[in-house]
């Protein structure tokens, strides 16, 4: 992925007003992410932990959408899989995050929702920069290239739910 800068990033997002976009909290360590290793950028907010953001390039520049974490259930032991980088993690390592439609969809109340890694490290999962719980990445006869497209693929389709 391309490096952003607070500017790109903001003009991004398509399912918030003006208002929540100059609101939002931005990731303090944007000169220090791993850009290379990035398929998407994603963060979440430090004051409000149940909202998350995502970033990701698309054929039309760059996509950004805001998204609400479901209540985690405490204690819950099971290990949950994430729709896009196919990584699983016990417990609370992946979360149902739900994104307000854009347009006049979103404004009525509809949403989408996918089971992502509640860290959003997938890129770096998928690079094997960043470890899973043991059992966390299943031995797969895909090439880490295809793995990677695959994971692009997942994201494009939520992104197209958003924005459709």
């Not at 970033?55 to 985690?72: K, M, N, P, Q």
């Not at 389709?157 to 958003?162: A, E, I, K, Q, T």
């Amino acid at each position: 992925m391309e490096p952003l800068t607070e500017r790109d990033i903001r003009a991004s997002f398509v399912n918030c007003t003006k208002g929540e976009v100059k609101r939002l909290a931005m990731p303090r360590d944007l000169a220090e992410r791993p850009w290379d290793d990035l398929d998407f950028l994603g963060w979440r907010d430090q004051a409000a932990p149940q909202r998350a953001y995502l970033v990701a390039g698309s054929g039309d520049g760059v996509t950004g959408v805001a998204l609400r974490l479901a209540s985690s259930h405490a204690g819950q032991a099971r290990r949950s899989m994430c729709s896009l980088c196919l990584t699983t993690h016990p417990g609370g390592g992946v979360s149902l995050m739900t994104a307000r439609k854009a347009g006049p969809s979103g404004q009525q109340g509809n949403s989408v929702g996918i089971y992502i890694c509640a860290d959003l490290a997938c890129s770096l999962y998928l690079r094997g920069k960043k470890s899973a719980a043991p059992g966390g990445r299943l031995h797969e006869s895909l090439t880490q290239q295809e793995q990677i497209e695959r994971t692009s693929a997942n994201l494009a389709g939520f992104l197209d739910r958003v924005v459709g």
